[in-house]
């Protein structure tokens, strides 16, 4: 009989174990669920429009030189020359632009490559020493 009487016991415990887990699986699963979806070339969730913005062309060279050069050039860091010393910036705008150029995409005493602009391109690193050049005078 107690055999019997655990047997149900086990039986009833069982089945509120399994109603109970369900819930708290729903639930589990809901809390664990993927925020988002990696969708790649080719997949039918690849289909929809993406709004991207495009370039507008290459910023000018007063916008590049206060993201990326002024922190340097407004005050020395390194040896870097301070934008408006006009004999620093003189003596550099003598060896002709292509010299700069090359020294700025290239990196020069303490100025690593491209500055600190390295997704710039060669036309806005130019405009942004003509800015300098011209703020030298």
Not at 17 to 27: C, F, I, K, L, W
Not at 84 to 106: C, F, H, P, Q, Y
Request: net charge negative; glycine share 10%.
């Amino acid at each position: 009989m107690l055999r019997t009487f655990a047997l149900a016991l086990a039986m009833i415990a069982s089945t509120w174990v399994m109603a109970a887990s369900s819930d708290h699986e729903e639930a589990l699963i809901e809390r664990i669920k993927p925020v988002g979806k990696v969708c790649l070339a080719g997949d039918d969730c690849a289909v929809a429009p993406v709004a991207v913005a495009e370039p507008s062309g290459p910023l000018p060279g007063d916008q590049v030189y206060n993201q990326a050069c002024m922190a340097c050039h407004n005050t020395g860091v390194a040896g870097a020359p301070k934008l408006g010393d006009a004999a620093a910036w003189s003596a550099r705008e003598a060896k002709g632009m292509e010299t700069l150029m090359v020294n700025a995409i290239n990196g020069i005493g303490g100025m690593p490559p491209r500055g600190t602009c390295a997704s710039c391109s060669d036309e806005e690193i130019q405009g942004a020493i003509e800015y300098i050049l011209a703020e030298s005078k």
